[in-house]
C-alpha cells in the first residue's frame, strides 16, 4: 500500500495543486460575480453527478472483489449512465428558464455541465478499476493529462477568447472528456467489457444506487447548499468570497483524498480478512496524520496565500480555517466508510449523511443571516463533526456484533 500511496499521493499533489492555483490565479482576470458563477456551476455538477451516476464507481468497488462478473459490470453501468443522461439531457432543455436563473445560470451552462456530470461519471468507474487494479500510474496519467489540459484550454481562452467565467467552464468540459477518454482506454486495455442490456445489473444498481442517492445528495448539499442559501441571502459576489475561501482549504482535501485512493483497497482487503480493529486503529493513526496537516495548513497557508490572490477576496482568509477544520473533521467519516459498505449499511450510511444534511442546511438557514459567511463556514464544521461521530459510533457496534457471529 506504501508505494501506491505514494504514486497516489504524487500525482494527486501534482494534480491538485495545479487545479488549486487556477481559481486563485484567475481571481486577477475574473470579477468576484465570475467566481461566483463558476461556483455555481460546480454545485450543479455536484448535483447531477449522483443522480445521473447512482454512485456506480462506488458499487464497483464494494463488488471488485466479490463478483465475477466485473467486466460485464462495468459495459452495463456505461449503457445505464448514458440512458440517464438522455433523459437528464431533455429535462434541462425543457424547463422553464427561471428555474435556472434562480440558479445564476443560463441553459448554455446547464447543457454543459450535464454533458460534464456523464463525463465524470464514466471517468469516476474507470479510475475506481484502475485504482482496484493497483495501476497507480495509469491513474496519474489519467489526472496529470486532463488536469493540465484543464488548465491549458482555461488559459487559452481567456487571453484569446474572452476572460469571462466561460474559461474556466471549457477548461472543466474538455478536460472531463479527456479524463474518461484516457481512463476509459487504459481499462478497456486490460478487461474485457462487454455492453449488453442486462436487468440483473440494473436491478443491483438500483439495488445499492438508490440507498447511495440519497447519501450522495445529502453530501452534496454539504457542501453545496450554503453556497445556494448565500446566492439568495448575500448575492452572487458572496458566493465569490465563499468559493475562494473553499478553494484555500482544498489542500487539506488534497491530502485526504490522495491518501483514501490508496486507503481503500486496503481497507476492503483489511474487512475481507474480519481484521475489523486493526483496521479502526489504522484509521485513529491515519487521522493523527490529517490533524498535522490541517494545523500545518491554518497557521502557514493564509501568509502564503495571500500573495497569489486579488484584494478583493480579502475576506475569504477570515472564512478559511473554519473550513480547514470542519473538513479535517469529516475524514474520520471517510476512513470508515468502507466498514459501512463492507456490512452492506447503505441506508446507514445515508441516514447519517441526511442528518448531517439537515443540521448543515438549518445551520445556514439560521446562522448566515447573523454571521455572514461565517454563518455558513460554522454550520460547516458542526455538521461535519456530527457525521464523523454518528459513524464512529455505528461503526463500534457493527464491530462488537461480529463477536457473536
Known amino acids: 500500500m506504501a508505494l501506491n500511496a505514494g504514486v497516489y499521493f504524487s500525482f494527486g499533489l501534482v494534480t ?13 482576470f475574473l470579477s468576484v460575480e465570475d467566481i461566483g458563477t463558476i461556483g455555481m456551476f460546480n454545485v450543479v455538477n455536484q448535483f447531477f453527478v449522483p443522480v445521473m451516476g447512482l454512485s456506480m464507481n462506488s458499487i464497483i468497488t464494494r463488488s471488485y472483489y466479490s463478483r465475477n462478473d466485473i467486466d460485464q459490470m462495468i459495459g452495463s453501468s456505461q449503457i445505464f449512465s448514458l440512458l440517464i443522461f438522455c433523459g437528464v439531457f ?35 468507474v474507470c479510475l475506481a478499476v484502475l485504482q482496484l487494479e493497483k495501476m497507480a500510474v495509469n491513474w496519474g496519467i489519467v489526472s496529470l493529462i486532463s488536469i493540465s489540459l484543464n488548465l491549458a484550454v482555461t488559459f487559452a481562452y481567456l487571453f484569446l477568447i474572452e476572460a469571462d467565467y466561460w474559461s474556466r467552464v471549457m477548461g472543466i468540459f474538455i478536460s472531463s472528456v479527456c479524463s474518461f477518454s484516457l481512463s476509459f482506454f487504459f481499462v478497456r486495455r486490460m478487461k474485457n467489457i462487454s455492453y449488453s442490456f442486462s436487468l440483473q445489473h440494473f436491478r443491483y444498481f438500483m439495488q445499492l444506487g438508490i440507498p447511495l442517492i440519497v447519501y450522495a445528495l445529502c453530501g452534496w448539499a454539504l457542501t453545496a447548499v450554503d453556497r445556494v442559501l448565500i446566492k439568495n441571502i448575500m448575492g452572487m459576489q458572496a458566493v465569490g468570497i465563499f468559493v ?39 484509521s485513529g493513526y491515519v487521522f493523527g496524520g490529517f490533524a498535522v496537516a490541517a494545523v500545518a495548513l ?3 497557508g493564509r501568509g502564503l496565500f495571500r500573495v497569489i490572490i486579488a484584494e478583493e477576496f480579502e475576506q475569504s482568509f477570515v472564512v478559511m480555517p473554519v473550513l480547514v477544520i470542519g473538513f479535517t473533521a469529516g475524514c474520520i467519516y471517510r476512513l470508515l466508510i468502507p466498514y459501512l459498505l463492507h456490512f452492506e449499511r447503505t441506508g446507514m450510511q445515508s441516514f447519517i449523511m441526511f442528518f448531517a444534511m439537515l443540521l448543515n442546511i438549518a445551520g445556514n438557514w439560521f446562522l448566515i443571516p447573523r454571521f455572514g459567511l461565517m454563518g455558513a463556514a460554522y454550520a460547516t464544521f458542526f455538521s461535519y463533526f456530527l457525521m464523523s461521530l454518528l459513524c464512529m459510533v455505528n461503526v463500534y457496534y457493527l464491530i462488537e456484533s461480529q463477536k457473536n457471529v
Do not use: C, D
Open 16 to 28: 491538485s495543486l495545479i487545479n488549486f492555483f487556477v481559481v486563485p490565479l484567475l481571481s486577477h
Open 244 to 282: 475562494m475561501a473553499s478553494t484555500l482549504a482544498m489542500p487539506m482535501q488534497l491530502v485526504v483524498v490522495s491518501f483514501l485512493r490508496a486507503w481503500t483497497p486496503h481497507a476492503y482487503v483489511r474487512l475481507n480478512e474480519h481484521k475489523y480493529w486493526l483496521l479502526l486503529r489504522e
Open 298 to 300: 491554518v497557521t502557514v
Open 90 to 124: 431533455l429535462f434541462v432543455t425543457t424547463i422553464p428558464a427561471s428555474w435556472i436563473t434562480s440558479l445564476g445560470l443560463t441553459r448554455s451552462l446547464m447543457i454543459v455541465v450535464t454533458m460534464v456530470s456523464f463525463a465524470s461519471i464514466n471517468s469516476a
